[in-house]
């Protein structure tokens, strides 16, 4: 239905076939059951991603051969953290609406699709994308908890990791008696204080990432 209009110029854009078809199916459970029920299904896809190579590769090869999944879950949870980075659903849904008349039975690149998110948000999302389709790591959240007993505070450390210096994309953070806060890490360590010596929990039903708690930070 999408890659017989939208054709991927290139084995080494199928994402645009098969990671738009999986994005669907957790769509339709959204519209059917309810947003809860769209984030637990479209995570279930996390189980199965590999990160062995990136989801776009090279032309004019035989890059891809089915074996690999990720163009159908990591490309899927791409479009996720997307939708969830832009937070605007009637214009990421916009998107994929007008990304798909626009380019009705036509012949694709990802780069089509990437110049015509950044035209439609007037937000550049290059380094996005070069995160989670052109390199085969996801980007990893590191962060490490400072207890101070004398006041009864924690100062939370954090940042991106395995991403390009100018990688920075917004999370939230749980914490255990249910209150969350947002933080918006870099490629840099930054620091929060929290009032308390809860445990937290970086949420990751709306983003795709890795996280690597520290024992201490580097110097």
Partial sequence: ?????????????????????????????????????????????????KNKRPIVGPEDV?????????????????????????????????????????????????QDFIDFVNEKTKTEY???????LYDRKPPKFQYFLAYNNKNKETTLHYRWADTKADFAMPISINLENGNSFE???????????IKTFEKIKPNKKTHYFSIEKLKKLPK
């Fill in 126 to 132: 290059n380094c996005f994308f070069s995160q989670y």
């Fill in 62 to 110: 035989n890059y891809f051969n089915f074996k690999d999944g990720d163009i159908y879950t990591k490309g899927a949870l791409t479009l996720h953290s997307l939708r969830s980075v832009i937070n605007d659903d009637d214009l990421f849904k916009s998107i994929l609406h007008d990304f798909a008349v626009k380019y009705r039975s036509q012949i694709v690149t990802t």
């Fill in 1 to 49: 239905w999408w890659g017989k209009s939208i054709t991927a110029k290139d084995m080494a854009h199928l994402w645009l076939h098969e990671g738009f078809a999986t994005y669907s199916e957790a769509l339709y459970v959204e519209h059917s059951e309810g947003y809860d029920a769209y984030l637990d299904y479209i995570n279930f896809y996390a189980i199965f991603i």
């Fill in 183 to 193: 933080v918006k890490p870099t490629a840099n360590f930054q620091q929060k204080k």
